[in-house]
């Protein structure tokens, strides 16, 4: 699966992530396949990048949003990471103390940290 971040150029709808699709199939293929050559950028029209295909574009319901604008090229998450989230953090992946913790209810959580202060 591929998500699409929405940089500042999307105007009203910057900073978040609203469509994703299933991967279809990649291609290698010249810098000049996709994009214009100009005299500005000649110099890289034989380099090789990855051409992504991808199926049946979809639009989440709510978007992930992005409340500290930042640049990434890739950020890699599970599907049930990118289901449940609701800001672009959520889709981080931690370690497996970091994961179990985000999953148990904040109760269960409260009370470990009051019965490990109390040794």
């Known amino acids: 699966m591929l998500a699409f971040y929405q940089g500042y150029a999307f105007d ?5 992530i609203r469509y994703y699709g299933e991967v279809e199939h990649i ?3 010249p810098r000049k396949e996709l994009f214009e050559v100009t005299e500005r950028n000649q110099h890289k029209a034989e380099k090789l990048y ?3 295909f991808v199926k049946n574009l979809e639009e989440r319901e ?3 949003i992005a ?3 930042r640049i990434w090229a890739f950020i890699s ?3 049930a990471k990118f289901d449940d989230a609701e800001q672009l953090n959520d889709l981080y992946l931690g370690s497996s ?5 985000r999953k ?3 109760n269960i959580i409260e009370k470990s940290m009051r019965n490990e202060q109390t040794i």
Request: overall charge positive; cysteine-free; glycine content about 0%.
């Open 12 to 16: 009203e709808n910057d900073r978040q």
């Open 27 to 29: 291609e290698i293929v």
């Open 67 to 69: 409340y500290r604008p």
């Open 97 to 101: 103390l970091e994961e179990r913790l």
């Open 50 to 52: 990855r051409k992504l």
């Open 62 to 64: 709510k978007p992930i």
């Open 77 to 79: 998450t599970t599907k």
């Open 104 to 106: 148990a209810p904040m």
